[in-house]
């Protein structure tokens, strides 16, 4: 009883490491960018339709969002400029040490054994064709691609991290491209499957999928799953929601928004659905009534943290279960299959 307490401690106090790490880590990158947009900003029109027309939706601790009038996209009103992103992502020690930090987890799972598939690698295979090539754009370390690598012919990466794309070609024995997918000489037409697993809604121009399309073989399969703006933590959060928190998530899709992407980069859509997750902690809602420096995800309420645990775990068990945010179209994140017209 004492060794399962004095493990329970443990395991309370590196948790509350690793969330003042993360909150702090968050709260810097904030400061960060809201200093460079201060020195230099471009406003955008709306990546899909290319016109300005749109309504304001929220501010958000970075950015300003508003809503495209003409296909309802959620993006950044403003952002930074091409020197701007460059500096805030090559000379900026918060993110390099985020990296690193997930570099040192993904280090513990491969020595523990814990490398576990993710969801979505069934979901590709299901509309996919095996034993073709397959590219992960945005790849960071490849491990999306070392569980898809026995399934295909060949599988590459592309990753604009210089630490992230070395680090991983050597793990995991794969070969990812250190350069801008529009500057890589790939050849046309040569790919049965591409990816771009959390990628999307970083992008400032969306023209790089008349790339993709060239690169993928007729009937391809693409691959996106990105952050759901109609979801319901997006509903309860609005502007506090981590999705938005920052200056990385620029677009926010909506299932409309899409089929007007889809429509215009020649895409047949085969399958667009939501996940289960509610991604709504009991310590969020309670948090988010009394805290002014809110920040999702990261709340610790220590009386209530038993409460909250087990909310957690029921409302997963029942919403896998049941698929009741999926069929409503309510999870938190938006997963598209698409077929090259």
Known sequence: MKLRLSQ????????????????????????????????DKIKRKCPICNIPDSTFVFKAPVCEFVKCKKCGLVYAKYIFSEEGVQRFYENNKYYQDGWKTDHDVLLKNIKENKLSKPPIVDTILKFSKKKGKCLDIGCGFGELLYHLKPHFKSVEGVELNVFTSKVGAELFDITIHNEELTKLKLKSSSYDCIILNQVIEHLDSLDLFNKVNRLLKPRGILYLGCPYMDSLSMKLLKDKHIHINGIGHINMFNFHSFRKFAEKYKFNILSIETDNKLDVWFNDQISLLFNRKFLHRFTDIPFLNPINVGSYLLSNWFFNKTKLLSKNRLGSYLKVVLEKK
Do not use: G, M
Request: zero cysteines; glycine letters at 0%.
């Open 8 to 39: 329970h401690v443990r395991r309370y106090k590196e948790y509350k490491k690793h969330l003042r790490k993360n909150i702090r880590y968050t709260h810097n990158l904030n400061r960060f960018a809201i200093n460079e947009l201060k020195k």
